[in-house]
C-alpha cells in the first residue's frame, strides 16, 4: 500500500547496533502500528500508538522503543540490535481499533 | 499471545481446485478481516466483516462471520496461480483496542 512508507526496505546489520525503522502515512490516520513477523509465527504486535500523545506496547515489546513524531510518522528503535531479532517488520495504520490496518511493505532487518 | 486458531496451516492444491480456511477463538469478535500476503510486500485487505452472519465476496472470494461471532472462514473458488501467497485472518475482540492475527495459511498452488 503506497500511502503506507517504509524505510528501509532492507537493512543488514551487526550485533549491538542501534537501529531505526521509519514509518510515514498519507491516509490521515490517528493510529499507527508495528508488527514483526517470523516464519510460522504470523503477525506480532510490538508497539502502537493511537495519537501524537499516546503509546502503548505490544505483546512482544521488550528490546524495541517507539517514537510517534507527528500524525503521519512513526519510528521503531532497536537499542542494542541482537540475532533474535531478525526478521520481517511491518507498519501498519487505522482509523479506529476494529477497522482494517493498512500495512506497508515491510522492512526485512537481519543482524548478524 | 495468539488468540486466534487459523487452520491449515499450508495447503497444496491444484489449479481450479477451490480452497477453504477458517479461524476460530474463544472470545467474541466485533470484526473479522482477511487480508492475504504476498512475497516482498506487506497483508493487503481482501474482505471486512462487521455483523454476525455476514456474508461477503470479492470475486472469486467468500468470507462468513460465523454466527457465534467466534469464527470466520475464507472460500476461493477455482483457484488460479496468482492465489498463491499466505492468507491471514485478523478480528478485533469485543472490548478490546486493537486486532488479533491468525497465524496464516500459505497456498501453493500446481498448475
Known amino acids: 500500500d503506497a500511502d503506507v512508507t517504509q524505510t528501509p526496505r532492507n537493512r543488514i546489520t551487526k550485533t549491538g547496533k542501534r537501529i531505526m525503522l521509519e514509518c510515514s502515512q498519507t491516509?490521515?490516520?490517528?493510529?499507527m502500528y508495528w508488527y514483526r513477523q517470523d516464519p510460522g509465527l504470523g503477525l506480532r504486535l510490538i508497539y502502537y500508538?493511537?495519537?501524537?500523545?499516546?503509546?502503548n506496547k505490544g505483546e512482544i515489546s521488550d528490546g524495541y522503543s517507539v517514537s510517534r513524531q507527528a500524525q503521519a510518522k512513526f519510528s521503531l528503535s532497536l537499542e542494542s540490535a541482537i540475532p533474535n531479532q531478525t526478521a520481517l517488520y511491518f507498519c501498519?495504520?487505522?482509523?479506529?481499533?476494529?477497522?482494517?490496518?493498512?500495512f506497508g511493505d515491510g522492512t526485512r532487518l537481519s543482524i548478524l | 499471545g495468539q488468540q486466534l486458531n487459523q487452520s491449515p496451516q499450508s495447503m497444496f492444491i491444484q489449479e481450479g481446485e477451490d480452497v477453504s480456511m477458517n479461524c476460530t477463538s474463544s472470545?467474541?469478535?466485533?470484526?473479522w478481516l482477511w487480508y492475504k500476503q504476498e512475497p516482498g510486500e506487506g497483508p493487503v485487505l481482501l474482505i471486512a466483516?462487521?455483523?454476525?452472519?455476514e456474508l461477503t465476496s470479492n470475486g472469486r472470494l467468500t468470507a462468513q462471520f460465523g454466527i457465534t461471532r467466534k469464527d470466520s472462514f475464507l472460500n476461493i473458488s477455482a483457484s488460479i496461480p496468482s492465489d498463491v501467497g499466505i492468507y491471514f485472518c485478523?478480528?478485533?475482540?469485543?472490548?478490546?483496542?486493537?486486532?488479533?492475527f491468525g497465524q496464516g495459511t500459505r497456498l501453493t498452488i500446481n498448475p
Open positions: 500508538s493511537f495519537d501524537v500523545k499516546d503509546i
Open positions: 466483516l462487521y455483523k454476525a452472519g
Open positions: 491516509k490521515g490516520h490517528d493510529r
Open positions: 501498519a495504520t487505522s482509523d479506529y481499533s476494529n477497522q482494517p490496518q493498512h
Open positions: 472470545s467474541i469478535f466485533n470484526t
Open positions: 485478523a478480528g478485533a475482540i469485543q472490548g478490546a483496542q486493537k486486532l488479533v
